[in-house]
């Protein structure tokens, strides 16, 4: 599975864009790209995954780029319940196994 | 619909005993993963159970042992505690035949050893 970079840590006041990035330059082309979070004290939780084209869903967008190497994961409207850690996961698609290999993460934190 | 729930919540230990932590997937789920989470790290793939049987495993000594029931539900047992073994363990289900393979989280058992 492909490494991802990501910044430590991410200010976002309450309201605005929260806009993730993730750098992910030896991607496979058969590996997708996953997005989980984790609130203080709670287990992780999924928000998105993407191969290619941009998704959206009901918490989030992803946007990746064009030659893969890179992603931006979207919270449109943060909010305070939005504080977590953010992990960029990349990994393949199918198969018996489905392991998630975590980094450190991203600490988003929203200012009221 | 019950999520992951993981038992016990909390659990203090002394080293050289031994523990066993339980999991029961998220309905319909029957594969169950186990990760190992450090105070400040990120969580750490320890092993997969998929029809009973352990399918992958991660870089875990062999004190760690797993095992899964015919009822999909897994149980964590790690033997000759270390300090380190301190952490967050967290049990996580899937079913890989849906799409995305997401993985549910439960909320996790928190071990210290001391």
């Known amino acids: 599975d492909a490494k991802t970079t990501q910044p430590t840590s991410m200010d976002c006041a309450e309201g605005r864009a929260a806009n993730l990035p993730c750098n992910h330059s030896?991607?496979?082309?058969?590996?997708?790209v996953y997005w989980y979070r984790q609130i203080h004290s709670q287990g992780p939780q999924y928000i998105i995954h993407?191969?290619?084209n941009n998704e959206t869903n009901e918490m989030a967008s992803l946007i990746i780029t064009e030659d893969r190497k890179s992603s931006t994961l979207i919270l449109p409207h943060a909010t305070l319940r939005d504080t977590a850690v953010y992990y960029c996961i990349v990994r393949g698609y199918g198969g018996a196994t489905n392991k998630l290999i975590f980094g450190t993460g991203t600490l988003l934190a929203v200012q009221p | 619909d019950a999520g992951v729930t993981q038992s016990p919540t909390h659990l203090i230990k002394t080293r050289g005993q031994q523990v066993t932590l339980r999991c029961s997937p998220k309905?319909?789920?029957?594969?169950v993963s186990w990760y190992q989470q450090a105070l400040g790290q990120g969580p750490q793939f320890i092993f997969q159970y998929y029809e009973e049987e352990e399918r992958q495993r991660g870089n875990f000594p062999d004190r760690f042992s797993g095992h899964q029931f015919p009822n999909y539900s897994s149980e964590l047992n790690v033997n000759a505690l270390l300090l380190g073994d301190s952490a967050l363990y967290l049990c996580?289900?899937?079913?890989?035949?849906?799409?995305?393979?997401?993985?549910?989280f439960g909320p996790g058992t928190r071990l210290t050893v001391t």
């Open positions: 309905s319909g789920h029957d594969t």
């Open positions: 030896t991607i496979s082309g058969n590996e997708y």
């Open positions: 993407g191969l290619k």
């Open positions: 996580a289900s899937s079913r890989p035949r849906d799409r995305g393979y997401e993985q549910y």
